[in-house]
C-alpha cells in the first residue's frame, strides 16, 4: 500500500515537471531590437525600380515630417586679441642711443620708452629748423593703426606731403598702403587697431624720445641701446591686455541677422568654463565680399586672467524668434560633408546645405536644398531647415534626374 502511494507520488511529479517544461518551450524568444533595426535598413536599402517616370519604392524610404523648434544662431571664431595695441615701426634707417623700458613691463599712458637718432640725409624740415625751436613733432617713427580703417571698411593712409611719419591702417583684406614710399606693402610689420603716437624730438641733439600713447606691456622689444635698425624695422610693441576682443568671418548675407550689442557665448581652446562677449562692431568688405564681426570680451571673473592673447575661440550668437525644423537620419542628407557636426557643439561654424529628396503633394519629386541645423549624438538624427510640413522625404539615393519622376509605393 505505501509502495503504491510513493509510486503515485513520483508519477504525479514526474507529470508536473513535464508540463512546466512543455509551457517553457512553447513561449515565443524574445524580440531582438537590433534584429529589427538592421531589418527596416535593410529594407530602405532595398532595391528601387526606377523607370522613365516614376520610381517605385517600400514605406520604409519615406519619412513623414518630424517637427522641432530650435533658436537660430551662427558660428564666431577667431582669436583673442588686445583691443588696443600698438606697433612702432621705424620709417628711415635709425640707431637707439636708450632704452628706457624692458620686455613685458607694464607701462602707464605718457611713459618714455625709447630715445633714438636718425641716421642718414636730413629731410627738408630738419633743414628749415631752428635751435629756439625747443621741441617739435618727430615723423621718424610709423605709427600703425588700424581700427580707424576697419570702421570705414576702407584703404587709408596719413601723412603729410614732407612728413617722415605715415600712420599705415591695415585694411580689411589684410593689404598695406604705401605712404611717401617708404612702407612695404608686403610687410606684416602693420597691427591691428593701434593708436597713434607723438614723437618729440630735442633740435640740439636730434635725439626722438617715443612716449605711450596709452597704458600697456611692452612686447617685442627689438631695440637695443647702441644698435642701429634699417628703416621698416619694427622697436616694440604696447598691448593693453586688459580689454580683449575677438574678429570672426562671415559670409556678407548673416550681416541682416546681426547687430552691435547681441550678445556672444563662446569658448576658449583647452579651457572648460564658458565666457560672455558682446558684438562691437560690423565690418563689410567688398573684394572678396565678407563680413567681419568684432565681439568684446565681457570682463569678468571668468574671463579675467584665463583668457590671453592668441587664444583660440569659437562662440555663437542667436538671432530672429524660434523657428521650427524637421529631424532626418543621415541617410535622408546629399551632397554634404557632416563631419564638422560629430563634435561639440554639435552645430556648425557657418550655415551648412545639403539636398533632400522631397515627395510633393502630386506625388512627384523634388531635389530641395536645405540647412544642416544641428546633430544629435543621443538619437544620431539631424535637425534641418528649409522642409514644408505638408512634403514627405523620402530616404532613398536617388540619381539626380529622377528630379520630377512620380513615387510609386508598393
Known amino acids: 500500500m505505501v509502495t503504491a502511494m510513493t509510486a503515485s507520488r513520483h508519477l504525479r511529479k514526474s507529470l508536473y515537471l513535464f508540463s512546466v517544461l512543455f509551457i517553457a518551450a512553447c513561449q515565443p524568444s524574445p524580440i531582438n531590437e537590433s534584429a529589427v533595426t ?6 530602405a536599402d532595398t532595391p528601387l525600380i526606377i523607370t522613365s517616370d516614376s520610381v517605385t519604392m517600400t514605406p520604409e524610404h519615406i519619412l513623414s515630417i518630424k517637427p522641432s523648434r530650435y533658436q537660430p544662431s551662427l ?19 635709425i640707431r637707439i642711443e636708450k632704452t628706457l623700458v624692458s620686455e613685458g613691463q607694464w607701462v602707464e599712458k605718457g611713459t618714455p620708452l625709447l630715445v633714438f637718432r636718425r641716421v642718414g640725409t636730413a629731410s627738408k624740415a630738419e633743414d628749415l629748423k631752428k635751435p629756439e625751436q625747443g621741441n617739435v613733432e618727430s615723423n621718424d617713427i610709423n605709427k600703425t593703426n ?5 570702421n570705414s571698411g576702407a584703404n587709408s593712409t596719413q601723412a ?37 603716437n607723438t614723437a618729440k624730438q630735442d633740435t640740439q641733439y636730434n635725439s626722438i624720445t617715443i612716449h605711450a600713447s596709452f597704458s600697456g606691456r611692452v612686447e617685442n622689444l627689438s631695440a637695443d641701446a647702441g644698435q642701429q635698425l634699417a628703416a621698416r624695422a619694427s622697436l616694440l610693441q604696447i598691448s593693453d591686455e586688459t580689454k580683449l576682443h575677438f574678429m570672426a568671418t562671415l559670409p556678407i548675407q548673416a550681416k541682416p541677422q546681426l547687430s552691435v550689442g547681441q550678445t556672444v557665448n563662446f569658448t576658449a581652446e583647452g579651457i572648460s568654463d564658458k565666457f560672455t562677449g558682446q558684438v562691437s562692431k560690423l565690418v563689410s568688405t567688398s573684394q572678396p565680399k565678407k563680413l567681419l564681426v568684432y565681439v568684446n570680451v565681457i570682463d569678468n571673473e571668468v574671463s579675467r586672467d584665463k583668457l590671453l592673447p592668441n587664444m583660440k575661440v569659437t562662440g555663437r550668437v542667436n538671432y530672429g524668434q524660434i523657428d521650427v ?4 537620419p543621415k541617410r535622408a542628407l546629399h551632397d554634404v560633408d557632416l563631419t564638422e557636426l560629430q563634435n561639440p557643439p554639435y552645430m556648425p561654424l557657418q550655415p551648412l546645405t545639403a539636398n533632400v529628396w522631397i ?16 546633430y544629435d549624438p543621443t538619437t544620431q538624427q539631424y535637425l534641418i531647415a528649409g522642409v514644408s510640413n505638408d512634403s514627405l522625404i523620402c530616404l532613398a539615393d536617388l540619381p539626380v534626374d529622377s528630379k520630377g519622376k512620380k513615387v510609386i509605393v508598393s
Open 359 to 374: 515627395i510633393g503633394q502630386d506625388q512627384r519629386l523634388t531635389r530641395q536644398p536645405i540647412e544642416v541645423v544641428e
Open 325 to 328: 525644423g524637421t529631424i532626418v
Open 160 to 196: 603729410a606731403p614732407d612728413a617722415d611719419i605715415a600712420v599705415v591702417r591695415k585694411t580689411d583684406s589684410d593689404k598695406t598702403l604705401e605712404a611717401n614710399s617708404v612702407i612695404d606693402t608686403d610687410s606684416n610689420i602693420t597691427n591691428q587697431n593701434a593708436d597713434i
Open 38 to 43: 538592421d531589418t527596416e535598413e535593410e529594407t
Open 75 to 93: 558660428g564666431l571664431q577667431g582669436n583673442i586679441e588686445p583691443i588696443k595695441q600698438t606697433t612702432f615701426v621705424a620709417v628711415h634707417p
Open 146 to 150: 588700424s581700427e580707424d580703417a576697419q
